[in-house]
């Protein structure tokens, strides 16, 4: 059972499991968050009447939609700081054993 708990500490078996977890049990509330509050208050900015996602401008015949790559821009830093911030404050990162 140690040589186990050795490879579980040394792998970083436990952040990744517990980056998954996290990441996928807070992604509707970010989504939700991102969506229904940041991109509105994004769009007012921009003055992207349609929403941030519809946000765009042409070149030519072609329209560069930056809005979208905004978004979901925002919806990663979001998830990120929330699965940090939820491992600080769980003690989680304190699982795993650095490497020498």
Request: cysteine-free; hydrophobic content about 55%.
């Amino acid at each position: 059972m140690k040589g186990f708990m050795d490879f579980i500490r040394e792998q970083g078996v436990v952040g990744l499991a517990v980056g998954f977890i996290l990441g996928g049990a807070v992604s509707k509330v970010v989504t939700a968050l991102v969506t229904d509050i940041i991109n509105p208050l994004l769009s007012m900015l921009l003055g992207a009447a349609g929403g941030l996602k519809e946000a765009s401008f042409g070149i030519g015949s072609a329209q560069i939609l930056y809005g979208d790559l905004i978004s979901v821009v925002i919806d990663f830093v979001v998830v990120a700081l929330v699965v940090y911030f939820g491992i600080k404050a769980i003690g989680l990162h304190k699982l795993d054993k650095p490497k020498e």
